[in-house]
């Protein structure tokens, strides 16, 4: 769990609360980062190859833009504080990586 702590150094920080951040819940944050980046990865590289294919499919495109869309909602709007989103992002995002790279999506 974040500690909160103020800053006492004499600079205009002083008096100004910060985070202290313990390791684990630093780590689960950016592994749910990460985890939904990989998908917005998935999409693009999908994209670019139906763009570059002599007739693409605008559907599919437009459908993979828009579901990356939502990973970048996700994804910028997750907050390192909300321990239940994290828990959840991680966990919803790396069974849909896993399903479209099985070819199930």
């Known amino acids: 769990m974040a500690v909160e702590e103020r800053w006492d150094d004499g600079s205009v920080l002083s008096g100004v609360s910060r985070r202290v951040w313990e390791s684990a819940e630093a780590v689960s944050y950016e592994v749910a980062v ?3 980046g990989r998908l917005i990865s998935w999409y693009s590289e999908k994209i670019v190859q139906e763009r570059q294919k002599p007739r693409p499919d605008a559907t599919k495109i437009d459908r ?9 909602q996700d994804q910028t709007t997750l907050l390192a504080t909300d321990h239940d989103a994290i828990v959840r ?3 919803d995002y790396a069974e849909r990586l896993r399903e479209l790279t099985a070819g199930r999506g």
């Open 34 to 36: 990460e985890t939904v």
């Open 89 to 91: 992002v991680t966990e």
């Open 64 to 72: 993979w833009k828009l579901a990356q869309n939502a990973c970048v």
